[in-house]
Structure formats: structure tokens, C-alpha cells
DNA sequence: TTTGATATTATGTGCATACATAATCCAGAC
DNA sequence: GTCTGGATTATGTATGCACATAATATCAAA
């Protein structure tokens, strides 16, 4: 017969939550250590594997900062991450509400261009690809890729029909990548392939594609001026 | 006397990328269903907790999707998910290396804009600030934000000497929000501050900061062209 | 055929426990 | 004083178990 209130038990969902909120609250001020895991499951009543899921949660978030043994402080400088989703061309026209068109406009052997912007290069010959894609039959981005010659499939990849963009994701393994966005004025060709004035500005964003540590593929994706990436914090 | 191998014990994190290189490999195409936790559980010759976290991991990434009871099945579209760390401006301007300079352009109170690319606008009149943080003295991003004006502490603000984006993150606490990016042609104002040519190509980072549904800050920042945000997948 | 209650199933979460690992502290050797 | 190596400590991970929850499947009643 204890005096149990059986309150709702915490899960880890609140405890985060209400940690959070002591470090929005500066209850705990940035770059202070707070308490110890084992300190706050006795505090919230519940094992140390709980604490330790809302921690970690935080710590993905980069709310929080943690070390073994250096325990875990609130982040000095609340570096917050935003993710950004990023679909297959084809998706990202069609969930506008928009029909998606594509035209391949260029295709060849080629030495890949000795800068990209994540870093290496490629180790090998390069196939280059320029296409188009249409949104409700308008211009909507170009594709300007470099693909790694070697990969398997290639030679047969149908890229008058499919985007390289489409049949990468879809066939070609990877590991990770990099991913930069900036403003350009729009290059001639470019320019004439969006079917704009020659040197508007332009929103590019620059891809490369590693599997383990060799570049699979590097692209660059130009769009129109007026367009925009979105991501949530 | 079985001919138990004795392998290091797997991790979690050895689940995962094994079945991520299943995945790759194909042999478990998109939109299929994957073995359950138990099976895994046996191959792998652990816990359930162990896979579980190692799906949970892929799940986040965006390279499975889950459901109760429903199973775990490749994702469809892989929709990759990349990361960007957003820090505050002085942060972004000392990693490069360079001397971080600010200077407040203008600050009052004004009626806030109609239009806030996140979506909901302003409760209550706002404080209007424009600022230009500098790189090695050279400038290097315009900021024009808006500002709940009924923020507390927002009167003894010192936006003279710290920017408000400093001063927000380190001052008044929120639960999200949203940011796009854009290329657009600077404004006569703008280019002046960048000292830039008039029409030149610019990168603009529209965020927009919640607490809760309330909409705490808006901010348009307005990058000279050649700048880039990085990211990675 | 439809409907709705019920069983089934796969993931989600929590707990107690144990051990691993990294970082720090500290005592003792030199 | 400095260095070194072990004790200490906080987080990291794994396990077995139990129960929660959501979604589906099944089957009987209307």
C-alpha cells in the first residue's frame, strides 16, 4: 500500500522534452554539465536506459554535447541541424501537383573537370550527361553530370528515357556524399536551355556521390531563379 | 562442438550496415519487406533490442520504412536526407578562419511583412532589424529580420554591439521552424550594403523560428553570389 | 456482402543487469 | 616537478524479459 500516485510513467519522449525545457528555460545554461544520467532516472523514476534514449535524441539534435566520463553539457554553441529531403527529380516535380517531363540533351566520353566542389576527383574516364526536366512542359532544371565510366550497367543505361539522375539512385550503390548550394549567373547554354535571360540568376546545387571513398558521380543541377529549396529545423 | 567461429560479437552498428549493403546490393529490393526483428535477431545471432536499434538507425535515415505490425520494408523512393549545420553567423564566419565584423544598418518598429515564405505571419507588431556581418572586414551577408516585438527582454536588446540572430538563439527558446534557400537578383539596397553591382546574383536563406505555433522570428539573409552552404548526405 | 468483434503479429518501449570504453583523476615512482 | 599507470567514472552497448500499441487478418453474426 504505497502512497503511489501512478502518475503517468515517464517516457522517454518526456524526459526529453522536459530537458529541453530546463535549456530553453536556462535552467541548465549553455556549456553547463547537467545532471548525471543515474541522477535523472532516480529524478524521473525510471531506468537509466531511458534517460539515456532521451539524451541521445538531444544529442542527434545538437542540443546537447556528450562525452564518456565527461558527462553532458548543453551545448555552447547550439549548432542546430535542418534537414532537407531530397528526392528523385521525377518526385520532386510531380508532388508540386505538376506533370514531369525530361529530355536528354547531351551524352559522351569525356575527362572529367579536374575541380568538384567536394573535394577528389574522378579516378577514371567520365561519362557526361546534360539533360533537361520539365515541369508542366517548362523548363524546370538542367542537369549537368559526370559519371564515373566504370560502373557496371552503364553502356546500357537508357538515358534518352530515363534521367541519370533517376537510374543512379536507383541502380548504384553509395555511401554518402556531399551536397553545396549557391547563386550563379546563369551560364549561355544553361541560360538557353531554362529558356531564360542570359545572365539571370540561378540557384545550383552541387552533388557528388561517394561509394566508400571514390566518386561514383558529380552533378550539378541548375534551377530557374525563383526557386526554392526548402528544410525544416 | 559447434563450429562457432567466435566472431566479434555484432554491434548494432554492424547489423546496420550489413543490412544496408543488403539493400544496396538488391537483395532486398525497394518496396520489399525485410525480415523481422526475431529473424534478424537469430541470423545475427543477438537480441532483438540490437537489430532493432540498427533498423530504428536506417529508419531515420530514410532508407526503410516502418510500420507496426506492417513490417519493415526498403523505401520506395529513398528519399535522402541531408544535414546542414546552421550555426550563427559569427561561428560560420571564425570557422573560415576570417575576423567576424557586424554593424547594425536600421532597427524600429514596423508593421511586419504580409508574406513569410514559412507559412503563418506576425501576431503583433514587430521589430524591424537590418545588419551587415563582415569577413576580414569585407562584407559578407545582409540579415533583415523581423521580431516578435513582444519578446521579453527585447527592449534592452543590444543590437548595436551583438546581431540579433546571436542574441535571439542565445535569448528567447523555440521548438522549430523552417528555412529555403533561393538565388534572386539583389535589391538596390542590398547591393549597396554587399557592395556588390546592382543586379547581381545573390543566395538568400529565408528561416523562419517557431516556439510552439507562434511564430518568434523571421529572417531573410542575403549571401553575395560564390558563397555556399554545404551539406552532407 | 457487410460489419464488427477478436486474435494475431511486428514493432515500440521500458526495466534490470552486466560489461565495454573513453576520459579523467590521482597516487606513487622517478 | 613530471611522468606513468591504474582506479574511477559517465556514457555506450548488449541482453532477456515484459508489456504496450498499431495494424492487419480472421471469422462469425447480421
Known amino acids: 500500500m504505497t502512497t503511489d500516485t501512478k502518475q503517468a510513467r515517464a517516457g522517454w519522449r518526456e524526459i526529453r ?20 544520467e543515474t541522477a535523472l532516472a532516480e529524478e524521473f523514476g525510471c531506468a537509466r536506459t531511458t534517460v539515456n534514449r532521451a539524451l541521445r535524441s538531444l544529442a542527434e539534435d545538437g542540443l546537447v554535447d556528450r562525452r564518456r566520463k565527461g558527462g ?17 527529380m521525377r518526385q520532386e516535380i510531380e508532388d508540386t501537383g505538376a506533370t ?51 560502373l557496371p550497367g552503364l553502356d546500357d543505361a537508357p538515358f534518352e528515357r530515363i534521367s541519370a539522375n533517376e ?12 551536397l553545396s548550394f549557391a547563386a550563379e549567373q546563369a551560364a549561355p547554354d544553361t541560360a538557353r536551355l531554362l529558356d531564360i535571360a542570359a545572365e539571370s540568376p540561378v540557384l545550383t546545387l552541387d552533388r557528388v556521390t561517394l561509394d566508400g571513398d571514390r566518386v561514383v558521380t558529380a552533378v550539378k543541377l541548375t534551377y530557374r531563379a525563383g526557386h526554392r529549396f526548402m528544410a525544416r529545423l
Not at 522534452?17 to 548525471?36: A, Y
Not at 537510374?167 to 553509395?174: Q, T
Open 72 to 88: 553532458t553539457r548543453v551545448a555552447l554553441h547550439p549548432v542546430r541541424r535542418a534537414v532537407l529531403d531530397i528526392a528523385i
Open 100 to 150: 514531369y517531363g525530361y529530355r536528354l540533351v547531351q551524352s559522351g566520353i569525356e575527362r572529367p573537370p579536374a575541380n568538384i566542389p567536394g573535394g577528389k576527383g574522378f579516378d577514371a574516364s567520365c561519362l557526361h550527361v546534360v539533360a533537361l526536366h520539365f515541369a508542366n512542359g517548362a523548363p524546370y532544371a538542367v542537369e549537368n553530370r559526370w559519371i564515373d565510366g566504370r
Open 167 to 178: 537510374w543512379l539512385l536507383e541502380n548504384i550503390p553509395y555511401t554518402g556524399g556531399t
Open 17 to 36: 522534452d522536459e530537458v529541453r525545457r530546463r535549456i530553453h528555460r536556462r535552467d541548465w545554461p549553455p556549456g553547463e554539465l547537467i545532471p548525471h
